[in-house]
């Protein structure tokens, strides 16, 4: 373990001073208690800031509600995973007996978390601009044109240019429970608009799924309104 992790700091082209952030990282929660997901949560928020610096700077000419559809396009499970494989944090990320055994080192969406998780860790451990620069780094060999805003937009883009248009807040998304095994967890997320004191729930196998499912139910019932 502790050779693979010090190979992962080598292709990160970041050494920590703290590893315990970095094996923590690469935890699921099928594992151990001290699992991942609050670096995940971390991760995942720097990441859309780094993203979006990244797009402010090359696409210059592009308005906002482009910017955000090629942002979501860039930070979506698919996109993580592929970045995760290339870091090989398959062979690293840490399961438990059952997730071994049903192919959890190769499922997207823990690779993905995983994913974040790293980035949230780097954050931890040196500050925003070394984290900033390693995700800058990840999306070197990703290709990143206007044309990318032509991708159908998910429904968490879509709630938040809905709310957008309208001059309100952004969405909270809060996972409010967990349900089955360690190695078959579906995730319970509720969506919540608080300027129209709104909350919708949706059910997903990892948390982003969750929060499409719980999006889409708000959209649905946003658009409903809109009609009344």
Known sequence: MADGLTALQQRLQHAFSDST??????THRSFAADHNERLEF????????AVADLLYQRLRALPEGD???IRANLVKQDTLHQLAVGLG???????????VRSGGSRRPSILADAM???????????????AQALVHRLFQAVEINPQMQASAKDAKTEL??????????????RVVGTLG????QTFDVECEV?????????????????????????????????KA
């Open 21 to 26: 952030l970095l094996e923590r990282a690469v």
């Open 42 to 49: 971390l991760g995942d928020s720097v990441l859309n800031l």
């Open 116 to 130: 974040e998780a790293v980035i949230g860790a780097v954050y931890l451990d040196a500050g925003y601009p070394a």
């Open 194 to 226: 608080p300027e129209l004191n709104l909350c919708e729930r949706g059910i997903g196998n990892s948390r982003r799924a969750g929060e499409q499912a719980a999006a889409a139910v708000m959209l649905q019932t946003l658009k409903i309104r809109d």
């Open 181 to 184: 095994a360690a190695h078959r």
């Open 67 to 69: 910017l955000s559809r």
């Open 89 to 99: 944090l398959s062979d690293v990320v840490r399961l438990g007996e059952g997730e």
């Open 160 to 173: 938040q240019e809905w709310l957008q248009a309208r001059k309100l807040k952004l969405p909270l998304y």
